[in-house]
């Protein structure tokens, strides 16, 4: 289904009873509907808005028939989620699930009561300071982490055994990300490491993104990283077009690139994280505190290869890359 037709469908807000503070969140288990707030950075594709369900469902919250979800996104404009983050307050809703760093950040500006479920990709505890220790979060804020970063070494690797030869390899970063710089270091430590020139290219919207594969075709780098990062999830399909029409071989963090015809992608389960992420949710309106939830970290990582984008570049996926794979996309 086209993002525009999802977003007309899904991003609709459905009113219902809501708690104001996780102290109240116990009322969601008399009858009626109870109230979550959704916000995200970028648009939401089917799967992951069915993970969030199914996670809810696991903790008996049907959206329709006892739970009601008001979607907020930020459609890849981050600036305007603090803005958004205080629509769902002001209603008030009983939950906040926060989608991705900035939405995190941004929800927590927002409420000192309202509980918050987050799902990042970075330490929300020394990166993002969302909450004061993993095991006893503290306060109204909990979530799932999952690692994207610490990954960017095994994700250079892939490509090299992908590409061979490679010498100079492109790394496209979104400096507004204040995870950027740690996902730098990592990467320039592995690099190093494996004898390989990196061309850093900073992009934080749309136009900067074209220019960024402008000038990684013009440097002739041998094929490209592209970051970690929510803005870069949103503009999946033009990632995509744009290494195909630059014949640029390009890694990416999610296997939803890998669907959409990027050509290899390593990563957490974005899916299994938003799954944890709506059982936390369901669990808060039961009367769970969001201070004795401990922070989950997703431990299912997916490694995705489309084959028909490397025929398409004349590369030869090595048999040991097709037998590790999770998914070989034909």
Known sequence: MPFDQLHRRDFISLLGGASAAWPLA?????????????????????????????????????????????????????????GLAAELVADPVAVIVALGTQAAVAAKAATGTIPIVFVVGADPVRELGLVSSLNRPGG???????LVNALGAKRLELLRELVPGTKLIGFLVNPANPTTQSHITDIQAAARALGVELLMLNASSDREIDAAFESLAQQRVNAVIIGTDQLFTSRRDQLVVLAARHALPAIHYLREFADAGGLISYGASITDAYRLAGGYAGRILRGDKPADLPVQQTVKFELAINASTAKALGLIVPDKLLVAADEVIE
């Open 140 to 146: 109204n804020v909990t979530g799932v982490t999952f």
């Open 26 to 82: 116990a009322r969601a288990q008399q009858p009626g509907v109870a109230l979550i707030g959704l916000l995200a950075g970028a648009q939401l594709d089917d799967r992951m808005l069915s993970a969030i369900r199914q996670g809810l469902k696991d903790a008996s919250y049907v959206e329709g028939r006892n739970v009601a979800i008001k979607y907020r996104t930020a459609d890849g404009r981050f600036n305007r989620l603090p």
